[in-house]
RNA sequence: GCCGAGGUGGUGAAAUUGGGAAACACGCCAGCCCUAGGAGCUGGUGCCCGCAAGGGCUUGUGGGUUCGACCCCCACCCUCGGCACCA
């Protein structure tokens, strides 16, 4: 009796054989080429793996595997993103360490990754938390405060009342406190930002030299939000006299001579006490006091219905046409962006015209699409066309005119972002400590500096200090405040009392360099060995989720461009960390929401390993659909995969007492079939299609227990490396059913013969006005008239073309003709 | 509102990119086998008409281009994701 498919002894077995004999480990300059394929690493929470972080590993796993087949020197690590909030939470709540939570899950996540014979070069594992690890982390940060691209400032924060606590914008849930659901509060505080926005065009730039999702591309772009336009003064007057300036920002100086009136954000400078004779300062502060006390949650709520004043006793001159016009202060025009003040277009900009018809203010218009006229108050065009009412200007086209225009007032050419320099200070126990301290004395000696002192490099790392309480702290520091001791220290420039910076790192800190560190995980001297470096990197192909596409995916850009800068990154590894970036579907579940614990429809992986084997778990996340697409989880596709693993035991079982080396009739079609699937399976892998890979396996099974008892040892060996990488456990065991010893997995990827695949006879539609009609059977190659003769000897298709006269044939070799008649009138 | 992805059987989907729509799988139906099955095997399964042979229809909707359209063009509807007063 034929052994049953024991699948977990056979996955249990395999994976300590392998990793006694470290089959897949990365080696340092090796003569093969390199292939260094990424997947993001998980955050080990205390929920263990999630049914979607297998989708994203398989994937790569597969193409992993198949390129060490390939010839390949493959590099592909895995590690841990550790600190985060919800560890810290679990801490608050069970008075459990952080440190302990996390080495607890690393050691779940850990097991439930090895179950699954993912071929992960465990050996270069790196852990955020590790300080031997964030020592680099913090190091990079003070490399950015030497190159002035990390400063601190006030800014406006999200504060829950409730938690008394900063909350990043992540953690902002629709107005709301993700945690307790108390409405978050603006609040300013002290941040340390970096300015990521000094890097923001070479961002945009450098995408055309990487190969990533379109999509992923344009995400990146449109976050950075880079538009150019003009800033343009305009003279403040009161009774008839120049009191002040105002400079506005606007992507359309060509509009110029259509500003009708002026429009300062709330937060505009202008607006301080005692700078302007406002007659109506009352009701202007009234207005600026509630705008500023909104939420994003009430701005939201208001929608376009816009609210503003008019600034009483003050006008301003459009330096275009001298006219006075008048200012208003307006919720609507942004304090952060550009120069918070505009200049006002109505007769060509949605808002302005919403604004100037609630007010009634003249809404003039100086474009004209095709010099057609708008009839005045009732239309508005957004779009460029030609200048009219704009004096000399007039006949212009936009393009054209806009800079002619800022010339003539005096204005210059001006680039702004939508992309802000990155908050990067949490009010958080778990996460890097910022490597500053801040020192009275030094701020006082030097009153050009903040004060701010950095740690010296060859203290690091900051430790984060053992603290037996990690609640926020009732000033709204972080609980790191609270550590008195670790706080108070020596200022590491003047000796005197300083004290520490308490913020910690957000959680995207860790992530944004880890790949650089598997190049050389242990390394105490340097974030990683500079010719390690330069062979690994870049990163070949990297795969992740679409929502990391503005966090993680550009902040690591950017980070990684800085250090490629200051030569931390080899010169040669260029400008990109990412040569290649995909992107994986969500797993939903089975109702076709997103998984998670309230809703009660989590999967959990171990089960399904446990009830249908780690093997075809990983057939059925390939086969489930396109690798790209959101999908719903279903287990009887599970059930569907495990069919096919077994149905692939039991052949082998059932030709294990009669392998062949030759066999009769049946060869050529198998090989046909064969060799068409290797080409099929290589493409797809290539192309992360990994469905139709599957599938094609699937369809060569069948084919191959329709022909059980012709199948030899070549069949049958060439089937197994295909599905190697898809099943590596299964494969495996057969492999050596097969007499081999050696592993499945250092054999060589089989390459197809295109001599086999080539079909000697084809199937060729026929169709009359294009309906099929039927089909011949003919030599591959052959001609129109050898297919049409062929057309003629068939009764049926004689029947169709009956009484029918022939306009027109259209002939494809090999696939179709096409015959064009005229309608049969009866 | 803007940007992006998408809409094909009961379900997940496939279609060499303009050439036989629905491969592969799930589910369902029938039969076989078994003490039994949520196991296995065989066959069937887009929809409509028909006992059948056969015929008609079908890729969100409406138009168009073409001998021929899931695929290209125009207009519209719907779903999902991101951004959202960015001047």
Redesign the pocket.
């Known amino acids: 009796m034929a052994p049953k498919y024991d699948f977990s002894a056979i996955e249990k077995k395999w994976q300590k054989r392998w990793e006694e004999e470290s089959i897949s480990r990365a080696e340092d300059f090796s003569k093969k080429p390199k292939f260094y394929c990424l997947v993001e690493f998980p955050y080990p929470s205390g929920e263990g793996l999630h049914v979607g972080h297998p989708r994203s590993y398989t994937a790569l796993d597969v193409l992993a595997r198949k390129r060490r087949m390939e010839g390949w020197n493959v590099l592909y690590p895995m590690g841990f993103d550790a600190f985060g909030l919800p560890t810290e939470n679990y801490a608050i709540k069970t008075g459990i360490h952080p440190a302990v939570v996390t080495e607890r899950n690393i050691e779940t996540f850990t097991a439930q990754l090895k179950s699954l014979g993912f071929s992960f070069d465990w050996d270069r594992r790196v852990v955020t938390t590790d300080p031997a690890y964030y020592r680099w982390t913090q190091w990079i940060f003070l490399k950015m405060y030497e190159h002035g691209l990390a400063y601190k400032a006030k800014m406006p924060i999200n504060w829950c009342p409730s938690c008394r606590i900063g909350l990043a914008n992540e953690e902002v849930v629709g107005g709301a406190c993700e945690r307790c659901g108390a409405t978050v509060e603006q609040c300013e505080k002290e941040q340390w930002l970096l300015r990521i926005t000094k890097y923001a065009d070479r961002l945009i730039e450098d995408l055309v030299t990487v190969d990533y999702l379109?999509?992923i591309k344009?995400?990146q772009i449109?976050?950075i939000?880079r538009?150019e336009?003009a800033l343009i003064k305009f003279s403040v007057i009161s009774c008839k006299l120049k009191v002040s300036e105002v400079e506005?920002?606007?992507?359309?100086p060509d509009t110029l001579f259509g500003a009708t009136y002026m429009?300062l954000?709330p937060e505009h400078g202008l607006l301080a006490k005692g700078k302007l004779q406002i007659a109506n300062r009352a009701e202007v502060d009234e207005y600026i006091v509630k705008a500023r006390g909104k939420t994003d949650a009430e701005?939201?709520a208001?929608?376009?219905?816009?609210?503003g004043v008019e600034l009483k006793g003050i006008r301003a001159i459009n330096p275009a046409n001298k006219e006075e016009i008048p200012i208003f202060v307006a919720?609507?025009?942004?304090?952060?962006?550009?120069?918070?003040?505009?200049?006002?277009?109505p007769a060509h900009?949605?808002?302005?015209f919403?604004f100037a018809k609630r007010y009634h203010l003249p809404v003039m218009e100086v474009v004209s699409p095709l010099n057609q006229h708008l009839s005045a108050m009732t239309e508005l065009y957004v779009g460029e066309g030609v200048l009219i009412n704009s004096g000399k200007f007039s006949g212009l086209k936009s393009e054209e005119a806009k800079w002619k225009i800022t010339e003539f007032v005096g204005g210059k050419k001006q680039v702004?972002?939508?992309l802000r320099d990155w908050i990067f200070s949490r009010q958080r126990y778990w996460g890097e400590p910022i490597p500053m301290v801040y020192c009275e004395a030094c701020a006082l000696r030097d009153p050009s500096g903040q004060g701010w002192v950095p740690v010296p490099e060859g203290e690091l790392p900051v430790l984060l200090p053992n603290v037996a309480r990690y609640e926020p702290t009732d000033t709204g520091e972080s609980p790191l405040a609270a550590v008195t001791e670790w706080v108070n220290t020596k200022c590491p420039k003047c000796g005197g009392p300083a004290k520490r910076e308490t913020d910690t790192m957000p959680n995207w800190a860790g992530s944004n360099w880890y790949f650089l560190r598997y190049t050389d995980p242990r390394n105490d001297r340097a974030l990683a060995d500079p010719k390690k470096l330069s062979y690994w990197t870049p990163v070949d192909w990297y795969n992740g989720g679409?929502?990391h596409?503005?966090l993680h995916l550009l902040y690591s850009r950017f980070v990684y461009k800085f250090l490629h800068d200051i030569g931390a990154v080899p010169k040669e590894c260029g400008p990109e960390p990412y040569r290649k970036r995909t992107a994986h579907g969500m797993i939903l579940g089975e109702g076709?929401e997103?998984m998670s614990k309230s809703r009660g429809n989590v999967v959990n992986p171990d089960e399904m390993v446990e009830r249908f084997g780690a093997d075809a778990f990983r057939v059925y996340e390939m086969?489930?659909?396109?690798f790209?697409?959101?999908?719903?989880w279903?287990t009887?596709?599970l059930?569907?995969?495990?069919?096919?693993l077994?149905?692939v035991w039991?052949l082998f079982q059932t030709n294990d007492e009669k392998l062949k080396t030759e066999n009769g009739g049946q060869q050529q079609k198998l090989d046909q079939i064969l060799h068409k699937t290797i080409k099929k399976v290589t493409d797809d892998i290539e192309k992360f299609?990994f469905?139709?890979a599957?599938?094609a396996l699937?369809?060569l099974?069948?084919e191959m227990?329709k022909n059980n008892l012709q199948l030899t040892t070549y069949n049958l060996q060439l089937f197994l490396k295909l599905l190697a990488p898809f099943a590596p456990h299964i494969t495996e065991e057969l492999w050596h059913e097969l007499r081999y010893k050696t592993s499945i997995h250092l054999e060589k990827w089989p390459v197809y013969d295109p001599n086999l695949i080539m079909e000697s006879e084809?199937?060729?539609?026929v169709?009359v006005?294009?309906?099929?009609?039927g089909?011949v059977r003919a030599p591959a190659g052959s001609a129109q008239d050898v297919v049409e003769r062929l057309i003629r000897g068939d009764a049926?298709l004689q029947e169709?073309l009956k009484g029918r006269t022939i306009e027109?044939t259209?002939f494809?070799p090999d696939?179709?003709v096409?015959f064009?008649v005229y309608p049969v009138r009866s």
């Open positions: 379109e999509r344009t995400q449109n976050w939000g538009s336009g506005v920002f606007t992507t359309r429009v954000a701005r939201i208001e929608g376009k219905e816009k609210t919720d609507y025009v942004l304090g952060g962006y550009g120069t918070g003040a505009i200049m006002a277009v900009d949605e808002r302005d919403a702004q972002y939508h679409m929502e596409t503005t076709g997103k086969f489930m659909g396109p790209d697409q959101d999908i719903a279903n009887n596709g059930v569907g995969t495990y069919r096919f077994e149905r039991k299609r469905n139709t599957v599938s699937m369809i099974l069948n227990e084809v199937t060729v539609a169709q006005n294009g309906k099929l009609r089909t049926k169709a027109k259209i494809v696939r179709l096409n064009v």
